[in-house]
């Protein structure tokens, strides 16, 4: 069964610093892996996917993620915070079952604060 | 990104009433959508995967004839609540996606408050 683990609920960062938000992830084949962002009472935004090609993905507001395949790990990082970017962060992991079946599942959230 | 109109955003209701939510996609047709649902300050919990025309695929746990899932065309698909209890106060959030290996894109979901 995949897996998605995000072993940090929160982290916290100076503004102009960079940031470094954790994934890990177990999947049966090939994985197809993703960002989110949740603001408080809103749905999840797209920030970036990766599928296959080059490790580095540079995703929307600056975010960028590296996908790392021996260590099955897909960390979201960005150069400066900004206090904007405080928010609940999802990683989520795309697999796909027998009889073409898809399934989806989100890490448990880190919650990203930047202090001003 | 593509645009998913989740409705409504907010509704209350009494114990032991239907509510029903939609989930409609704008922009691209969603060949497969996704029901979850987010209990506060928590992750979210995947409840159903839907093809459009095809029978929902739920979850262990989720119980199908309590939570009914319409995804009758490539742009619409509906969560309906029944005989809603206090314990199914959430929020719940739908999702679609256009095709293998693509993004999902998420409503902006749907706060649901059972008295």
């Known amino acids: 069964a995949q897996s998605v683990a995000q072993p940090e609920d929160q982290v916290n960062v100076a503004e102009g610093n960079p940031l470094t938000v954790k994934c890990t992830y177990s999947v049966s084949g090939n994985p197809y892996l993703f960002w989110y962002v949740q603001y408080p009472n809103r749905g999840l935004q797209f920030l970036l996917k990766?599928?296959?090609?080059d490790n580095l993905v540079k995703g929307s507001y600056g975010f960028e993620a590296e996908f790392n395949k021996s260590q099955t790990s897909f960390h979201l990082k960005k150069p400066s915070a900004l206090v904007s970017d405080s928010a609940l962060y999802f990683c989520?992991?795309?697999?796909w079952g027998s009889g073409g079946y898809q399934k989806v599942t989100f890490g448990t959230g880190t919650k990203l604060q930047v202090i001003p | 990104g593509a645009v998913v109109s989740q409705h409504p955003s907010r509704v209350i209701c009494k114990s032991g009433t239907s509510v029903k939510i939609e989930c409609r996609s704008l922009?691209?047709?969603?060949?497969?959508m996704f029901w979850y649902r987010q209990f506060p300050k928590q992750s979210l919990m995947l409840m159903a995967t839907s093809n459009e025309g095809s029978k929902a695929t739920y979850e262990q746990g989720v119980e199908k004839d309590k939570f009914l899932i319409n995804h009758a065309s490539l742009t619409l698909s509906t969560l309906t609540v029944t005989s809603a209890h206090p314990e199914d106060s959430s929020f719940y959030i739908c999702?679609?996606?256009?095709?293998?290996?693509?993004?999902?894109?998420f409503g902006e979901g749907s706060r649901l408050t059972v008295l």
């Open positions: 990766y599928i296959t090609g």
């Open positions: 999702s679609g996606s256009g095709g293998a290996g693509g993004e999902l894109f």
């Open positions: 989520a992991v795309r697999d």
């Open positions: 922009d691209f047709q969603a060949t497969t």
